[in-house]
């Protein structure tokens, strides 16, 4: 029950303030500007004469928009269109007339014959009856009536019948179904005029006097709109005239002349083939488009025309537009169907200043912390630099720039990528480890399986061995030999990437029973040699820049799924320009394999590494490790111990008893052994070299698989397979003998397949 408090009476005063502007602003406003022409009456009674009509000479445009008004006998007065009798009941400036016409009627007396019949009709040339506004309407029981006018110059007619049925149960208020018929109006319509007439002048059915009937039938063309049938109609149409819809345009002959003119501002619109025009106010305007400065601005706002939330959060503005706004403290595009108008949030300084600083302080934070996160980045990128300088990656990049032979395929892999590989070098993907490091097994997004070598140690040497094997490979393309797919220098250790070769290395497979418990037989071992001889063979000579592997041992000796020898580990191994024969270099090799003259001399030749091959011939032969400390003290050296073997003629006993046996082989394993006694001469001079020891070794495994073959012995596919992959003659041979014997699909394709290598 508290007084009316300052704050309750601030909006009192203002709404009275905001009315009495209103009020005064209503009453100020100017008067609605006459729509007739300056100087001209507008008015005839109650109905609005806008230019081009007027009711004298110079008010109308021209005689066609003359109208008449009767002030002498209608109060109040009547327009009448030109001198017609057509009464004008309002008109539009869209270009329509609304006038009233008569309805026609026939009524008949009892007898049958005729009472009154008229024949009402609307002759105006300069307009035409609307289509789309009337219809032509008949009521009666036993009613036709016909319509008739000009249409383009041609005459028009038609016609409707009007019936009831014998008991006119159908006959329904608002339904133009039984005793009521209706047509459309055609387009364009001119003088219309109408009839209307009985069939039987209403003298059926017989009962009719018992419905009380009346005798009459009407027809007339009005403003569907408005017309709705009644059943009383039938009875009782007392209506002399009706309203009609005229359409009205300006006929012109030549719109480039002055006559065909609209306000300005207003649009013109070209109707008929052009013959015609009607004016426009565009929206937003309103007035008389026809008139010099008809067309006005709209106030919307005051109209209430506008889609603003409320009249007062409308502002109007010229050129047809308006504005909508929310008042002070309120937010929104204050239109009905928009945003409309929200209170804004009390305390919006507070918050404006809580969001400033708020704002403020995240954007302080994101630029510290991406500062920071740019300076870890930098370091890193810094380190990763660092790296590729230490792991010799610019003198890498200098040979690889140096070297530009078309199998130099080494590529530079990122650090993201092997790691993706190997899943973080995670242990699980170990399959390798030795003093030179680990070698983890990884897959490639493209699906290709790699190996990679991880060094463990962290010193110069170790790098430089790891460039070292980068540029021999580089230099190196032999089947025989892994292929070395790129490496990474990014890393704190460099990383080298090669092809995986499936099935480990020929040490494990002769001495690891765990891993392996199938031996290798003789005719495998042997192309092991083989190849392995070869591939030497290849280094020592027919490679681009001679190469001296400088650590064969069947540890470096890898295998793949069908046992093909692989030459792994070239980061020991020298290029030897051509001019020299032998280098000085420090001693580096795997004691057991290790040349001894190379030992005493630090002299580095080719030989040395034929020394070595011997070790691992020896290997294959008796199965037995390079150096064996837990055996007999006369097994220690596998050199010393098979030559003694050899030298007491009981070779046979030092064979691997793991393969099987026969004659032919002890033989093979003989001329093997007696090569593998020359490559393992003390004096280097003594030793043949590599590319005899391959001939030599050749020689043996072509002679196996002739033998073998007449021995009719080879019952494995596969190794047939693999022994094809030599050419030679004897291959040749061999190849199409087997065809003759067997028909084994898969040696076919071989065949298809090589005969044109061995051409
Ligand atoms: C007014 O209307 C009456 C009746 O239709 C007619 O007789 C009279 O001539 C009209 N007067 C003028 C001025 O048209
Ligand atoms: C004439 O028609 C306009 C709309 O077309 C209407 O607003 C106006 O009231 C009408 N005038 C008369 C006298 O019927
Ligand atoms: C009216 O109808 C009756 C009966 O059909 C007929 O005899 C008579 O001649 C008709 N009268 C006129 C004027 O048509
Ligand atoms: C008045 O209308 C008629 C009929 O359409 C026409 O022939 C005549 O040219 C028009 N008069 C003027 C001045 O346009
Ligand atoms: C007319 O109506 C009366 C009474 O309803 C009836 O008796 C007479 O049969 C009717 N005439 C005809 C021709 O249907
Ligand atoms: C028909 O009208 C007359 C007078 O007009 C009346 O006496 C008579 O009762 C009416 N008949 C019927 C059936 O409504
Ligand atoms: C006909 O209808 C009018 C008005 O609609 C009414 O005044 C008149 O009395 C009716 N006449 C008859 C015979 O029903
Ligand atoms: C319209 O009038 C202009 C200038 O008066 C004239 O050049 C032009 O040929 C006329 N066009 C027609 C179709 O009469």
């Known amino acids: 029950m508290g007084r009316p408090t300052a704050k309750k009476l601030v909006p009192l005063i203002i709404a009275i303030v905001v009315n009495i502007a209103i009020f005064s602003a209503a009453v100020s406003s100017s008067p609605v500007p006459s729509l007739a022409k300056l100087g001209c009456e507008s008015k005839c009674g109650d109905v609005e004469i806008p230019f081009p009509f007027g009711m004298s000479d110079n008010c109308y445009l021209n005689i066609n928009f003359s109208i008449t008004c009767n002030h002498t006998h209608f109060t109040p007065a009547k327009p009448f269109l030109m001198n017609s009798n057509v009464e004008v009941t309002n008109i539009s400036l869209h270009g329509e007339l609304h006038v009233l016409n008569y309805v026609a009627r026939a009524c008949y007396s009892e007898d049958g014959s005729a009472d009154i019949k008229n024949r009402p009709s609307i002759r105006v040339p300069m307009f035409t009856i609307s289509n789309t506004k009337n219809k032509f309407t008949v009521i009666g029981c036993d009613t036709y009536a016909y319509i008739s006018g000009e249409l383009d110059g041609e005459s028009y007619r038609s016609g409707c019948m009007a019936l009831c049925g014998t008991f006119r149960k159908n006959i329904k208020d608002g339904s133009c179904w039984s005793g009521c018929c209706q047509l459309e109006i055609p387009k364009g319509l001119q003088k219309l005029a109408l009839e209307v007439g009985s069939f039987h002048n209403y003298t059926e059915p017989e009962n009719k006097s018992n419905l009380n009937l009346s005798q009459c039938g009407y027809a007339f063309v009005i403003e569907q709109n408005i017309f709705n049938f009644k059943k009383s109609y039938i009875n009782n149409y007392t209506e002399e005239k009706v309203p009609l819809v005229l359409d009205w345009k300006i006929k012109h002959e030549n719109c480039s002349t002055d006559k065909c003119k609209c306000g300005q501002k207003s649009e013109k619109i070209l109707e008929d083939g052009s013959k015609y025009y009607r004016c426009k106010c565009p929206n937003g305007y309103h007035g008389n488009p026809y008139l010099d400065e008809g067309c006005q601005d709209t106030n919307e706002c005051k109209l209430g025309t506008h889609q603003c939330v409320s009249n007062d959060m409308c502002e109007n503005a010229p050129e047809g537009t308006y504005t909508c706004y929310c008042p002070e403290n309120y937010e929104g595009d204050g239109k009905e169907g928009g945003t409309g108008c929200r209170k804004k949030h009390s305390n919006s300084k507070f918050i404006k200043i809580a969001t400033g600083t708020g704002v403020g302080i995240t954007v302080l934070l994101i630029a510290i912390s991406w500062l920071y996160l740019g300076y870890k980045k930098w370091k890193f990128i810094q380190r990763k630099e660092e790296f590729f300088k230490k792991n010799g990656g610019t003198m890498l990049q200098q040979h690889l720039s140096q070297w ?356």
């Not at 699906?447 to 170790?462: F, N, P, R, T, Y």
């Not at 980061?571 to 270099?585: I, N």
């Not at 009981?650 to 001329?671: C, F, P, S, Y």
């Open 404 to 759: 530009q032979s078309p199998t130099d395929t080494v590529r530079i892999f990122s650090q993201e990528e092997l790691e993706k590989a190997t899943n973080k070098f995670n242990e699980s993907t170990v399959v390798g480890k030795g003093g030179y490091g680990t070698v983890h097994k990884g897959v490639l997004d493209d699906g290709s399986v790699i190996a990679i070598k991880k060094s463990q140690l962290l010193d110069q040497s170790q790098t430089s061995q790891f460039i070292n094997e980068v540029i021999v490979l580089s230099q190196v393309n032999h089947r025989n030999v892994v292929k070395l797919l790129g490496c990474c220098l990014e890393t704190q250790v460099p990383l080298l990437v090669y092809e995986f070769i499936t099935n480990g290395t020929l040490f494990d497979h002769i001495h690891d029973r765990t891993k392996y418990s199938n031996h290798i037989p003789w005719e495998a071992r042997l192309r092991i040699a083989s190849e392995t001889a070869g591939v030497i063979s290849y280094l020592h000579s027919s490679a681009s820049t001679p190469v001296i592997h400088r650590d064969i041992k069947s540890t470096n000796i890898l295998l793949d799924h069908n046992f093909t020898a692989k030459v792994s580990d070239f980061g020991a191994s020298k290029l030897v320009p051509m001019d020299q024969t032998q280098l000085s270099t420090m001693v580096q090799g795997t004691l057991g394999y290790l040349d001894p003259e190379y030992l005493l001399k630090s002299e580095l030749t080719e030989k040395s590494d034929v020394y070595s091959f011997g070790i691992v011939l020896l290997e294959l032969i008796t199965g037995k490790k390079a150096v064996c400390f837990d055996g007999p003290e006369a097994e220690r050296n596998l050199a010393m111990y098979v030559l003694c073997a050899m030298k007491e003629d009981r070779l046979a006993e030092v064979v691997d008893k793991e393969m099987v046996m026969d004659e032919g082989k002890l033989n093979q394993i003989k001329e093997v052994s007696k090569i593998a006694k020359e490559c393992v001469r003390v004096r280097g001079e003594e030793r043949p070299n590599m590319k005899e020891v391959a001939m030599e070794l050749e020689g043996l495994k072509v002679m196996q698989v002739q033998h073998s073959w007449i021995k009719n012995n080879l019952s494995n596919s596969e190794e047939m397979i693999s022994l094809l992959g030599e050419t030679s003659n004897s291959t040749q041979f061999l190849v199409s003998s087997r065809m003759n014997s067997t028909s084994n699909s898969i040696t076919t394709d071989i065949l298809t397949a090589h005969v044109p290598d061995a051409r």
